[in-house]
């Protein structure tokens, strides 16, 4: 029963460096979100993916880079940390198909402070 | 563009009371629409949806929502809370299914 699995959990950075969020699901499940959700903001989508090798963005993209090399994996990269950037970050996938396929599945979130 | 609002920023209801949430949406055509709610320090879980057919739609946990095309509504309700049921809810409205947009969220306090 893992569903969508994000790590790490907690992360500080130090502006300026970069790091890796890692979500990787085993549902086989075509779809695949990063949202980050800032208090009293709700969540905004950062980027999506369709399907292996095909990304997109989402409404608040920049500052990120996503890749989809298999249909479990969707890692989010942060290039030049930023303050702006601490929030909690969500992994979320659907399958797409059949009755339940538009039903979006989370992953606990990784809470990230940059400093 | 799509875009969804939820008004109440905190709800506080009794225990045994019952509950209204309200959220509205901005979009061109038929939407499709979901509550999701999330406690503290955990993701967020589907509570239910709204594709088509019958406008009044039941969940988990006892909540049902209305959908009202000409209120541009799908307002959450359950008749009677219960003290587990205090949590963030969150209400999202999905385009062709490849973009979900969420709600600010509503945090509902629940009064013993």
């Known amino acids: 029963n893992a569903g969508v699995t994000q790590t790490p959990k907690f992360r500080i950075l130090k502006i300026g460096q970069s790091m890796t969020l890692q979500c990787t699901q085993d549902?086989?499940?075509?779809?695949m979100y990063w949202y980050r959700q800032d208090p009293g903001m709700g969540l905004k989508l950062i980027y999506y993916?369709?399907?292996?090798?095909?990304?997109d963005k989402g409404e608040v993209p920049n500052g990120y880079n996503v890749s989809r090399s298999t249909t479990e994996d969707f890692p989010l990269r942060l290039e030049l940390a930023a303050p702006s950037q601490t929030s909690v970050y969500f992994c979320?996938?659907?399958?797409?198909?059949?009755?339940?396929?538009?039903?979006?599945?989370f992953g606990e979130g990784s809470w990230l402070t940059v400093v | 563009a799509q875009s969804v609002t939820q008004p109440d920023i905190h709800i506080t209801v009794s225990e045994g009371a019952s509950l209204e949430l309200r959220c509205n949406y901005s979009?061109?055509?038929?939407?499709?629409l979901f509550w999701y709610v999330q406690s503290p320090g955990q993701g967020l879980q589907l509570l239910l949806k709204?594709?088509?057919?019958?406008?009044l739609v039941q969940g988990i946990k006892g909540f049902e929502a209305e959908f009202k095309r000409s209120q541009s509504s799908f307002n959450l309700r359950k008749p009677s809370v219960h003290w587990s049921d205090a949590a963030e809810y969150f209400c999202?409205?999905?385009?062709?299914?490849?973009?979900?947009?969420f709600g600010s969220g509503t945090k509902l306090n629940v009064k013993p």
């Open positions: 999202a409205v999905a385009n062709n299914f490849n973009k979900f947009y």
């Open positions: 993916s369709v399907g292996a090798g095909i990304t």
């Open positions: 979320a996938s659907r399958t797409g198909r059949g009755a339940s396929g538009n039903t979006i599945y």
């Open positions: 709204y594709f088509s057919g019958d406008t």
């Open positions: 979009y061109g055509a038929t939407p499709y």
């Open positions: 549902m086989n499940h075509n779809y």
